[in-house]
């Protein structure tokens, strides 16, 4: 197994050949009768071969030296027959093995591809992309040319070999002993090339992966690319790699060129041999000239198998180079599996438990959580929120199960999470990543992969719930329009708002929202928390945010650093008590204020007033003024619906002189004026 814990960097293994075949043999199940059948067709098509020349033999010394034209009618017929036997024998044989290669391509880049896509998040961030797509294309490709053709090839030539070999023998024994003296030549010539063709197709597949690379991070990159004018950067990176892969083509074309000549050289003598010796045969009356023409038509098509085989072991060789790059990722464990004992539950109820929780990543120096326990009870809503590279989205993952923790353990409805069937757990929680996963397919596809088979009504009812109907409906052919992750078609808020009806359709007791407006400008962050209440509405919801609008509404609020919680309450608690809480409030709200007027309805209430807290809040009642600020509304409007209006209204406090929003904006925004006259610290909020 790939050693996951020595560092970032994975080593690819060095395999010899017969390791990697024995590696890949078993996925040729089910088709090994077919190869069967491909080499019973090499055979038989050798068989008419061989018949072939012994009737060019006999028509040679019957017909030819004779001038007989009624020797030539049986044996022509006859050689006729054969070529068009020969001839369908060998279009089924190799159909076939194109058939049996190409469904061996198939099955193995499908047995790749599955294992790639159960491997751990940090995985994918240690290989880059391009690599892993040349090796699921040109190694597997590479695997098949030992595997299956190298095996029916290798059959077919050692089989041909002998069969020409006996024939020769057959013959003239004395003459096919002498020509076989220097057949060992062919074998040193392989021999002599193969290390160093081993050696240049490694790196030709490495350099093929790093061009693969280069040319997908730059494409993935474009708008940097431009906006910087990074072309020439780009240009020399991509040309270092080509330069790899181009020394390594030319060399291994060199390697393969001078191994060709040097046989063709072998070869020449073996002929030259031959023919000196069965002209002194000739001129000694023991042979006849169709015997030594026959006899040199039987070397003619004895020596392709026997270079065959050679040139066969250097294919096998170069291939082994793809076949340990294959090998190096399967041999990476995914870092969860199904359960060998399910649990045999029914729909959960959504509690969650993260109990004594602590988690390393593989090869990370430094633990990523630490002791971490909280709950949250069905229909809660729980943010966790803490600096950069606290531990927040590493919760996430282990909410998901892309990992285990190290100690302790996650339980939903008191069952440990590694007892559930991976599938089933993922069927429960669902997860509402940062960047918004968008398929290559429909609008439709896209939601429906929430659940898929869900009838189209479910999804129309889906999208309304998720706020995206009205847009689907101006796209080019409603649901049916095709979208893909860099399209241009839709905004940030609205591919967010597909993936929020994915994951209503979804219906799953648990939510996990991974920073659910980050990335989103203001206006977008807005319309999306109706949306997102929805979403929530009746469901344990654990959301990891910087993002602390929507605080006032969790149940608790955990704060995260280091790994540990350091502290945990509702939102008003913990600004009240102006510990790590209301600094990290304190922070964002000053880059709210920052960012000026647009932002600044953004700011709101908390359902109970704390008190003693130095702020002062705005109501946020309004409604509807355009419909961007409309929904920017609906982030307290929702929650007064639950709680006494009374909770809510404090006195709208934001004099022109604290803040860039001036009274007279606050109206047009519908009285939803949640602007702090002072910072928690006490200094005024304006400028
Ligand atoms: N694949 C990984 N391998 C090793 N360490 C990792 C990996 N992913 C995250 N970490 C580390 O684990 C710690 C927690 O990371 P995590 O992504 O959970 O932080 P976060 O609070 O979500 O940060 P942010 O808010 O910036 O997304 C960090 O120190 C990070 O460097």
Same mark, same amino acid.
């Given at each position: 197994m790939a050693d996951e814990g020595e560092g970032f960097e994975y080593e690819t293994p060095k395999i010899p050949a017969r390791t990697a075949f024995r590696r890949f043999w078993p996925l040729t199940k089910g088709l090994r009768k077919w190869l069967l059948v491909v080499w019973l067709c090499t055979v038989l098509a050798a068989l008419a071969e061989t018949e072939a020349i012994l009737l060019f033999g006999d028509l040679t010394d019957h017909a030819l030296q004779q001038g007989s034209l009624a020797a030539f009618w049986s044996p022509a017929v006859k050689w006729l027959g054969i070529a068009v036997a020969g001839a369908l024998v060998a279009y089924a044989g190799n159909s076939l093995a194109a058939w049996a290669t190409e469904r061996f391509v198939m099955r193995l880049r499908e047995h790749v591809f599955d294992h790639v896509q159960q491997l751990p998040p940090h995985f994918f961030q240690r290989h880059r992309q391009g690599d892993l797509l040349s090796r699921l294309t040109g190694d597997v490709e590479a695997i098949e040319t030992m595997v299956v053709s190298g095996l029916v090839g290798a059959a077919s030539a050692a089989f041909s070999a002998l069969f020409y070999a006996v024939a020769a023998f057959w013959l003239r024994w004395d003459l096919a002993a002498a020509t076989f003296v220097l057949a060992p030549l062919f074998w040193l010539a392989a021999r002599r090339f193969s290390g160093s063709l081993k050696d240049v197709s490694r790196e030709g597949r490495v350099a093929d992966g790093a061009i693969t690379s280069v040319v997908e991070e730059s494409l993935g990159n474009i708008v940097l690319t431009q906006a910087y004018d990074r072309r020439d950067a780009e240009r020399r990176r991509l040309r270092e790699e080509a330069n790899a892969w181009f020394r390594a083509s030319v060399r291994s074309t060199r390697l393969n060129e001078a191994y060709e000549q040097l046989v063709q050289v072998i070869e020449t003598v073996c002929v030259l041999a031959v023919i000196g010796i069965g002209a002194w045969e000739i001129s000694t009356g023991r042979m006849t000239l169709g015997q030594l023409l026959a006899f040199a038509a039987f070397l003619g098509y004895l020596y392709p198998p026997v270079r065959g085989l050679a040139q066969l072991g250097l294919t096998v060789t170069a291939a082994t180079a793809g076949a340990e790059r294959l090998i190096e990722i399967l041999d990476v464990r995914p870092s969860v599996t199904d359960p060998r004992h399910r649990a045999e539950t029914g729909r959960p109820d959504g509690t969650v438990e993260v109990r004594d929780v602590s988690f390393r990543y593989p090869g990370a120096e430094t633990t990523a959580l630490e002791d971490l326990s909280f709950s949250v009870s069905p229909g809660e809503l729980v943010i966790v929120t803490g600096p950069s590279g606290a531990g927040k989205s590493t919760v996430s993952k282990l909410l998901l199960r892309f990992y285990d923790p190290d100690r302790g353990e996650v339980l939903l409805d008191g069952v440990p999470l590694r007892d559930f069937p991976l599938a089933r757990l993922r069927e429960y929680v669902t997860l509402l990543p940062q960047e918004t996963l968008v398929l290559h397919d429909t609008v439709r596809a896209n939601i429906a992969c929430g659940r898929p088979g869900a009838s189209d009504q479910a999804i129309e009812e889906a999208a309304k719930a998720a706020d995206a109907h009205d847009f689907v409906l101006r796209l080019p052919d409603g649901y049916d329009t095709r979208v893909d992750p860099h399209s241009a078609r839709l905004s940030g808020g609205q591919l967010q708002r597909l993936a929020i009806a994915r994951a209503i359709l979804r219906d799953a007791p648990v939510l996990v929202l991974d920073?659910? =407006? =980050?990335?989103?400008d203001a206006l977008a962050a807005r319309r999306v928390v109706k949306p997102l209440r929805r979403l929530m509405a009746g469901r344990t919801t654990i959301m990891i945010t910087h993002d602390l609008n929507l605080a006032p509404d969790a149940d608790r609020v955990l704060v995260v650093d280091r790994g540990r919680i350091v502290e945990t309450g509702r939102h008003d608690e913990l600004l009240a008590r102006g510990g790590a809480y209301a600094r990290l409030h304190r922070s964002q709200n000053n880059a709210v204020l920052d960012t000026g007027e647009l932002r600044m309805p953004l700011w709101e209430e908390r359902r109970t007033p704390a008190p003693g807290y130095p702020y002062e809040y705005g109501q946020g009642q309004g409604q509807g003024q355009g419909q961007g600020y409309g929904n920017g509304y609906a982030y307290g409007h929702e929650a007064y619906a639950q709680t006494p209006p009374a909770a809510h209204t404090s006195a709208v406090h934001a004099p022109a002189a604290h803040t860039p929003l001036a009274p007279a904006h606050v109206p047009s925004y519908g009285g939803a004026g949640h602007v702090p006259s002072a910072l928690p610290d006490g200094r005024p909020a304006g400028p």
């Open positions: 920073e659910p =407006t =980050t990335g989103l």
